[in-house]
Nanobody
Framework: VQLQASGGGSVQAGGSLRLSCAAS????????MGWFRQAPGKERDFVAA???????YYTSSVQGRFTISRDNAKNTVYLQMNSLKPEDTAVYYC????????????????WGQGTQVTVSS
């Protein structure tokens, strides 16, 4: 599967952005979809994921502010980001893996190219 992320940009603290990740292929619905982010000089961190059954998981720092969703008919996963903070600044990546949810970026098989999110104070 090929992934194409979009929707990043620059916003002020408290603002919102919605990231999209479009997937190629006819088996999108069989993949667990995740969002990760990487700030300069830091490791790639888990942000959110949605299982095949629609169960969602979030890292604690974004819980209540970010929402992951997917539209299987459009082969697209979204990350709605509200109440953005400067510490949310990073390159955001979407990723896909088979079967089971994971917070470990090393277990994901497919990656989008990343989209920059910059939040100013």
């Amino acid at each position: 599967v090929q992934l194409q992320a979009s929707g990043g940009g620059s916003v002020q603290a408290g603002g919102s952005l919605r990231l999209s990740c479009a997937a190629s292929g006819r088996t999108f619905s069989s993949y667990v979809m995740g969002w990760f982010r990487q700030a300069p000089g830091k490791e790639r961190d888990f942000v959110a994921a949605m299982t095949l059954g629609g169960v969602t998981y979030y890292t604690s720092s974004v819980q209540g502010r970010f929402t992951i969703s997917r539209d299987n008919a459009k082969n697209t996963v979204y990350l709605q980001m509200n109440s953005l903070k400067p510490e949310d600044t990073a390159v955001y990546y979407c990723a896909a893996r088979r079967t089971y949810y994971s917070t470990d970026y090393r277990t994901y098989d497919y990656w989008g190219q990343g989209t920059q999110v910059t939040v100013s104070s």
